[in-house]
Nanobody, 122 residues
């Protein structure tokens, strides 16, 4: 069982930065691929970024590539999402998730956090 708690969301102006954190409980955190997703009002939950169990592989949605960076610190059982050059269209609730293997779709992830709101003003 893995419990996930996100933090770091907030209100920021366009062009600004935020760093989201996702703290995980459980001794098996290092076994999981960790992903970030987001969901805007009236839209489906969408993939943002993922990082595999070893930290050696990561990938991003096209819309955030070059602006967002995912990383993990297994000693702290925490995964991060550094978000730079934020745009109003990045406004959403951001969720972290944990899954076995190298999942990409939301249905493939086993554990979810409660989400943190990110609002980017123009």
């Amino acid at each position: 069982q893995v419990q996930l708690v996100e933090s770091g969301g907030g209100l920021v102006q366009a062009g600004g930065s935020l760093r989201l954190s996702c703290a995980a409980s459980g001794r098996t955190f290092s076994y999981y691929t960790m992903g970030w997703f987001r969901q805007a009002p009236g839209k489906e939950r969408e993939f943002v970024a993922r990082i595999n169990w070893s930290g050696e592989y990561s990938d991003y949605a096209h819309s955030v590539k070059g602006r967002f960076t995912i990383s993990r610190d297994d000693a702290k059982n925490t995964v991060y999402l550094q978000m730079n050059s934020l745009k109003p269209e990045d406004t959403a609730v951001y969720y972290c998730a944990a899954g076995r293997g190298l999942p990409i779709s939301p249905q493939q992830y086993d554990y979810w956090g409660q989400g943190t709101q990110v609002t980017v003003s123009s």
